[in-house]
């Protein structure tokens, strides 16, 4: 009988949980230095949203979001969304700043896109929607 496993990376702010076939796969290299740079990055930990983290990986796949009982206030993936763009910034300008982005007006403008699915688990309100194409 062959049975799934959950697997984290080790990332001391970043740390995400796998589930299912290649899970181990998913968040192995989470520490490598490759990619982009973030305000969360120390040593000796790797690039928290580099190109071998899972959130980038997720992208790269194309996987698909979850969210359940949150609002877009505590979407931590919007970070990757501004970790690319603040490095495309850094290309042009070595000293750009880093810029958090309006969650609350990126999710009413996800949220009229069409391109999620709503609902309920219990009380909870929940979207469900694909990465790469919101």
Same mark, same amino acid.
């Given at each position: ?18 589930? =299912? ?8 290299? !989470? /520490?490598?230095?490759?990619? &982009? ?31 359940? =009982? ?8 919007? !970070? /990757?969304?501004?970790?690319? &763009? ?49």
């Amino acid at each position: 009988m062959r049975t799934n496993q959950s697997k984290f990376t080790d990332h001391y702010s970043h740390s995400v949980a796998s589930f =299912g076939k290649n899970a181990s796969d998913f968040v192995a290299d !989470h /520490l490598s230095q490759e990619g &982009y740079r973030s305000p969360w990055d120390l040593q000796p930990w790797g690039r928290t949203y580099g190109f071998q983290s899972p959130m980038y990986k997720a992208y790269q796949r194309d996987g698909k979001l979850l969210m359940l =009982g949150v609002d877009y206030q505590s979407l931590t993936y919007i !970070h /990757l969304v501004e970790v690319i &763009y603040w490095n495309q910034r850094l290309d042009e300008n070595p000293d750009a700043s880093y810029i958090a982005l309006d969650r609350p007006s990126l999710g009413r403008f996800w949220d009229k896109s069409g391109k999620l699915t709503r609902g309920q688990i219990g009380d909870a309100d929940c979207r469900f929607f694909s990465i790469r194409g919101s």
